[in-house]
């Protein structure tokens, strides 16, 4: 890529601004800290983790590049497959220089598809598209399907002049419509750093109060595509937000359903059903240990519900997501817990469970 784009190519160093580790440069962005991505299993409040952080790829768990490590790093926890999401590259989709962006995207796919290729039912690589580009975004759908990923990411907020109603975006919802597979707004992945959330709160993914907030980004592209109609025209959509987790959606599906009551005008005329009704049908939210949102599963929809550990971050709850899950679904039933983190996976990415361990 540096052949290519010279010094707007991303590239990594060793060290950035007095701070020790591996670290990814991209065009205009804050520089990215790779040992805080795939560290799981160690606490950011123990002084032993920034030595870790500081070894940058050299301290990684060896299952974050090796999908034959992976899969023992699963057994570990008691997991027999993974949806896997975009680490590094969810800071990609605020860099401005959009001919980079194709690029990197373009070689994620190929390495995604590559690493998947190694266990297919158990290893489930999502792809990146570079949305808001619709002619690039389709012809990349286009590819990576073909490829054989199974679930691709687009921007969990769009430019603020460019929401997801806009009718630039209709052949990318109608080829993704064809096509079914699922699409995820995962945290992070803003076309600017701030998410389009309002400048005082800071960058989500460094400052308290943008991260605490920031699944106010995506509840307004889940809103815009439901109340102007996207997914009234498109029934067939698939959407994942990833990593907000989910004590705010009962709260939110009733707001929404109330708005639109007071607001009809302000709709698409062409609804047919209530937002929490489309929200029923077509999003899918994601968790890892938020007792508020097992609370209020009935009101998000026990069906729209996928149990995930983060693993490699710095965050995630491996090795621990037998032990975190046990505190968290205290008092659910049997048959609830396998829907929230087993059913609804295989469901919505087609896995065939005969591929996987006996334990499934």
């Not at 990594?12 to 701070?19: D, L, Q, T, Y």
């Not at 050299?58 to 896997?84: I, T």
Request: charged content about 20%.
């Amino acid at each position: 890529m540096e052949e290519r784009f010279g010094d707007r190519a991303p590239r990594f160093v060793r060290e950035n601004r007095g701070r020790v580790g591996d670290f990814l440069l991209l065009p205009g962005a804050p520089p990215v800290s790779i040992g805080r991505l795939g560290i799981a299993g160690n606490r950011l409040d123990d002084p032993a983790t920034n030595l870790l952080i500081e070894q940058g790829y050299d301290g990684l768990n060896p299952g974050a590049a090796d999908p034959a490590q992976r899969l023992l790093e699963q057994a570990r926890d008691g997991v027999v497959g993974e949806v896997m999401y975009p680490s590094a590259n969810m800071w990609t989709y605020a860099v401005q220089e959009r001919d980079v962006v194709h690029e990197i995207f373009h070689r994620h796919n190929t390495w995604v598809a590559e690493y998947s290729a190694h266990s297919p039912e158990r290893l489930i690589g999502i792809g990146c598209l570079p949305l808001p580009d619709v002619d690039e975004a389709i012809a990349e759908l286009k590819r990576a399907a073909e490829l054989g990923v199974r679930g691709l990411a687009i921007p969990a907020a769009p430019p603020v002049d460019l929401p997801y109603h806009h009718p630039s975006y209709e052949p990318f919802w109608a080829l993704a419509n064809e096509l079914g597979l699922p699409l995820t707004m995962h945290s992070f992945t803003g076309c600017d750093w701030s998410m389009g959330l309002p400048s005082g709160w800071g960058v989500p993914s460094i400052d308290i109060l943008g991260y605490t907030l920031q699944h106010a980004a995506v509840c307004a592209s889940i809103a815009n595509l439901i109340v102007h109609g996207v997914v009234e025209k498109y029934p067939n959509l698939k959407i994942v937000a990833a990593e907000f987790e989910t004590g705010w959606v009962a709260h939110f599906k009733q707001r929404l359903d109330h708005a639109t009551y007071r607001a009809q005008d302000r709709a698409s005329s062409e609804l047919t059903m209530t937002p929490s009704e489309y929200f029923d049908r077509n999003f899918w939210v994601t968790f890892e240990d938020d007792i508020q949102g097992i609370k209020t599963r009935d009101d998000i929809g026990v069906e729209n519900l996928l149990w995930g550990n983060d693993y490699p971050h710095h965050d995630s709850i491996w090795p621990n997501s037998r032990e975190t899950l046990e505190r968290v679904m205290t008092g659910v039933p049997e048959d609830e817990i396998a829907a929230m983190t087993f059913d609804n996976v295989v469901e919505l990415y087609n896995i065939d469970v005969s591929q996987l361990p006996s334990e499934a």
